[in-house]
C-alpha cells in the first residue's frame, strides 16, 4: 500500500475538479425533473461529456482515450455522484465502465474504431446486454442464442434490466454459442439498428427513474462473425473479468453517495429545529452521525483498497467483492438514517435524500447481488 493513501496526484484532482464542474453545471441542476419525467438528454450529455474528453478515461490513446489509471476512474466516479441522480449518474457509468472497458481490453482495432471510439466521442450510447428473464445472476444459464450462418451469427433470445436498452446504438452482448453450461457463452458487439432487434417494456421501477431498464427481443437477427468479442465460447470468463471494474465503480458511486447524503442531512439538522433547539444538538442524532461517518469511511478505505489491488495488476476478485457487499449494505442504512432525520421532509419528492432512498436499494442487487458477493468472497477465502 502507497504511503499516501488514497495516492491522488494533481492530475487525478484535476479530473476531479473538472467531472465536478460538469456535474454541478449540467446535471445536477436537473436532478429532479429527470427523474419526474423518468428521462433525460442521454445524447446531449454524452456530446458534452465527449467534448471535454470525459469518456475515456482509462481507454487507449489510439480510441481517444486518456490512458489513465484506476484512481482516475474513482475521482471521475466520486465527481459524478454530485449529480445526486442515481440513475444518471449509472446510465454514464454503464457507457464508460461497465459496457465499454472489455472492448478496450480484448476487442480487435476494427471494433474499437467502429464501436469504442464513437462512444468515447460521444456520438455513440452502449449498453451491456447480459442479464435475462429467469436466469438473474445465473450468467451460466443464460438462453439467448447466437447461431453460426455463412459469416454470421442468427441471435435469438430475449434480455431483461438493461440500463440504456431503449437508447443504445449498441449492445454489448452474453449469448450462448455452444453447450450448456460456463463454456459455451461469447459475448458479440450487436448493433440495435439489425432487422429483428426491438425494445420491449420500459420497466417502472422503484428507483434510478430517471434512465431506461428494458426488455430487449432479438428475433433471427444477423450479424457478421468479426463481431465476435474476444474467442468463442470464452465470454463467461470476459464477462466475469469485466464484473471486476462494474462492481468497483458501483462500491465508490456508494461511498461518494453516502457522503453526501450524510452532509446534507447534518447540514438539514443543524438548521431544523424541533424542541426549541436544532434537531443536531440532540446527543441521539450526534451519536448517529458520528457512528455513520465511521462506518463510510471504513467502507470508503476498503473500497479504495480494491482501487489499489485493481490498479496493481493482481486479481482483485475478492477486495471488490467485498468492496461491494460492504458499501451496498451500507448504503440501506445510511440513506434510512439520513431520511428519518428529516422526518416527513423525507417523504417528500422535492427533497434529495427521498430519490436516494429509493434509488440506493439497487446496488445490493445489480452487478451481482450480495447474495452472490458472499458466495465469491467465501469461496476466495477457503470455506
Not at 444459464?141 to 434480455?159: E, Q, S, V
Not at 447540514?267 to 440532540?282: C, I
Not at 432525520?341 to 445490493?364: K, N
Amino acid at each position: 500500500m502507497p504511503t499516501s493513501f488514497p495516492p491522488w496526484t494533481p492530475e487525478h484532482e484535476q479530473i476531479r475538479e473538472t467531472v465536478l464542474k460538469f456535474t454541478h453545471q449540467h446535471l445536477t441542476p436537473h436532478r429532479h425533473d429527470w427523474d419526474k419525467a423518468q428521462d433525460w438528454p442521454a445524447r446531449e450529455i454524452f456530446a458534452e461529456m465527449g467534448r471535454l474528453g470525459l469518456l475515456g478515461i482509462r481507454f487507449s490513446p489510439e480510441v481517444g482515450g486518456m490512458g489513465l489509471d484506476w484512481w482516475s476512474t474513482a475521482a471521475y466516479v466520486e465527481a459524478l455522484t454530485e449529480a445526486k441522480n442515481g440513475g444518471v449518474v449509472m446510465s454514464i457509468l454503464v457507457n464508460t465502465d461497465m459496457a465499454t472497458p472489455i472492448i478496450d481490453e480484448i476487442g480487435t482495432p476494427e471494433q474499437k474504431e467502429e464501436f469504442l471510439a464513437p462512444v468515447v466521442r460521444g456520438e455513440k450510447i452502449a449498453a451491456l446486454g447480459v442479464t435475462e428473464p429467469g436466469c438473474g445472476s445465473d450468467v451460466a444459464g443464460l438462453r439467448t442464442t447466437a447461431r453460426k450462418d455463412g459469416g454470421d451469427y442468427i441471435i435469438n433470445g430475449a434480455k431483461t434490466y438493461i440500463t440504456n436498452g431503449a437508447i443504445a446504438d449498441f449492445i454489448t452482448l452474453a449469448v450462448r454459442t455452444g453447450d450448456e453450461g460456463h463454456f459455451g457463452v461469447s459475448l458479440v458487439l450487436f448493433p440495435t439498428n439489425t432487422p429483428g432487434f426491438s425494445v420491449g417494456r420500459k420497466l417502472d421501477k422503484l428507483g434510478t427513474r430517471s434512465v431506461d431498464s428494458c426488455e430487449l427481443h432479438f428475433d433471427n437477427c444477423r450479424i457478421p462473425q468479426r463481431y465476435l468479442l474476444g474467442q468463442e465460447n470464452a465470454g463467461f470468463i470476459h464477462i466475469m473479468t469485466n464484473f471486476q471494474g462494474e462492481r468497483l465503480v458501483a462500491a465508490v458511486m456508494a461511498n461518494a453517495g453516502m457522503e453526501t447524503q450524510i452532509r446534507d442531512a447534518i447540514q438539514y439538522a443543524t438548521d431544523r429545529e424541533a424542541f426549541g433547539r436544532p434537531v443536531m444538538k440532540f446527543q441521539v442524532w450526534k451519536h448517529k452521525f458520528a457512528e455513520l461517518l465511521t462506518a463510510v469511511k471504513a467502507s470508503k478505505m476498503l473500497g479504495y483498497h480494491a482501487v489499489d489491488v485493481l490498479n496493481s495488476g493482481e486479481d482483485p476478485t475478492l477486495a471488490v467483492s467485498q468492496a461491494k457487499l460492504f458499501a451496498a449494505d451500507l448504503a440501506q442504512k445510511v440513506a434510512y438514517e439520513c431520511l428519518q432525520v428529516h422526518g416527513g421532509y423525507g417523504f417528500v419528492e422535492e427533497y434529495d435524500i427521498c430519490r436516494a432512498y429509493r434509488d440506493v436499494r439497487l446496488l445490493p442487487i445489480g452487478g451481482g447481488t450480495s447474495e452472490v458477493m458472499k458466495e465469491i468472497i467465501a469461496k476466495w477465502s477457503g470455506f
